[in-house]
């Protein structure tokens, strides 16, 4: 009842930029939080970004001062901008949000997008 749709991805070059959206859609009572995920090949999931209905961030240490996150609670979609793009930031990069539904009652769950391919080339 709650799905979320990412969009944006592709193939870089190093020092480029790239622009991740994601929006929710559903029965959507409150967004509580916001977030980033990416997973390399034969890596773990990791948080790169999130972003908490009070506007509080927190970022993974290598990607502080190049990828900044934003949330519109009205629109319920989050944006990933990643500057000065590495190739150590290929991954497949998935959002996250942290959202209460209404169905019969009140429901907080992880919602997860579909994922979307970052490759970026030397």
């Known amino acids: 009842q709650v799905q979320l749709v990412e969009s944006g991805g592709g193939s870089v070059q190093a020092g480029g930029s790239l622009r991740l959206s994601c929006i929710a859609s559903g029965s959507i009572f409150r967004i509580n939080a916001m977030g980033w995920y990416r997973q390399a090949p034969g890596k773990e999931r990791e948080l790169v970004a999130e972003i908490t209905s009070n506007g509080s961030a927190k970022y993974l240490d290598s990607v502080k001062g190049r990828f900044t996150i934003s949330g519109d609670n009205a629109k319920r979609a989050v944006v990933l901008q990643m500057n000065s793009l590495k190739p150590e930031d290929t991954a497949v990069y998935y959002c996250?949000?942290?959202?209460?539904?209404?169905?019969?009652?009140?429901?907080?769950?992880?919602?997860w997008g579909q994922g979307t391919q970052v490759t970026v080339s030397s």
């Open positions: 996250k949000e942290t959202i209460t539904r209404m169905g019969g009652g009140f429901y907080t769950n992880d919602y």
